[in-house]
């Protein structure tokens, strides 16, 4: 199933309406699309990431919206803006999320694991504060339901699963949820039992790291968007989490 924005822009509220026609400005009057699931995997076999419910990318002249389904499409706001606020960036010359394909299958675990949730916690950091000030979307509001759900069902058995294995991915994954929840967050109770949590054990090594992190990517927000800043800040950060160089994406070259 494929909608033309057009067809239902009038249908959404006065702030989405404004957000999307910005955002086709910026790219030089490109029509927006929305796709449900199994259109996008169909047309363009871009899979959905587990857990995720929507993505965005260009294709030829036109933006691309992809969700699970269409059938509740005005009920998804926060989520077209939420894709709309990564359109703003890329628009500014901001790498885009790759959808591969990968040279091997390593490269795409490490994609997963590491370079894309930073690139997105990082791209948050600046359009998170943008979509809240000028069209009154809270997406940090979707942050606290995930940090709820974070700390009630799935720290430990990320934790145990690091114990029993010792996989560097799932360190640098409990690295990543701790700086995620700082930035996409602001629920001060919830955040404060993030940091109880991560104040035992193994998870002190992780939060110390994280902590080292923190004030790189925080410089970020409220800021014009800098691509040539972001590069530089997303590499100064793969550098304190001591990742490979030899590893990095393609996009962290200048």
């Known amino acids: 199933m494929l909608i033309n924005s057009r067809e239902v822009k009038s249908q959404f509220t006065e702030n989405l309406q404004k957000l999307m026609e910005y955002v086709m400005r910026r790219f030089s009057g ?12 169909k047309t363009w076999g871009i899979p959905f990431i587990d857990g995720g419910v929507a993505y965005s990318f260009k294709d030829k002249e036109r933006l691309v919206i992809a969700l699970k389904e269409l ?4 009920l998804q706001e926060p989520i077209i803006a939420h894709e709309l606020g990564h359109f703003w960036l890329e628009s500014h010359g901001f790498p885009r999320r790759q959808q591969g394909p ?6 795409e675990n490490r ?18 504060p943008w979509l809240k000030v000028n069209y009154s979307f809270d997406l940090y509001s979707t942050g606290n339901e995930r940090l709820v759900n974070f700390l009630r069902n799935e720290i430990s058995s990320l934790c145990n699963k690091y114990s029993a294995n010792k996989y560097q991915g799932d360190k640098v994954t409990l690295i990543l949820y701790y700086i995620k929840f700082h930035m996409e967050a602001d629920n001060r109770y919830w955040q ?7 104040s035992k054990g193994m998870l002190v090594e992780m939060r110390d790291t994280a902590q080292r992190v923190l004030p790189i990517i925080r410089s970020l927000a409220n800021q014009e968007p800098d691509s040539k800043c972001f590069k530089e800040k997303y590499c100064e950060v793969l550098k304190t989490m001591r990742i490979n160089e030899q590893l990095w994406p393609e996009f962290t070259q200048f």
């Open 192 to 198: 404060g039992r993030l940091e109880n949590a991560y």
């Open 30 to 41: 490109f029509p927006l699309i929305f796709v449900d699931k199994k259109e996008s995997e």
């Open 102 to 107: 990968f040279k091997t299958k390593d490269e």
């Open 111 to 128: 994609y997963d694991t590491c370079f894309r949730p930073l690139l997105e916690i990082m791209e948050h950091t600046i359009f998170y």
């Open 71 to 74: 059938d509740s499409i005005f």
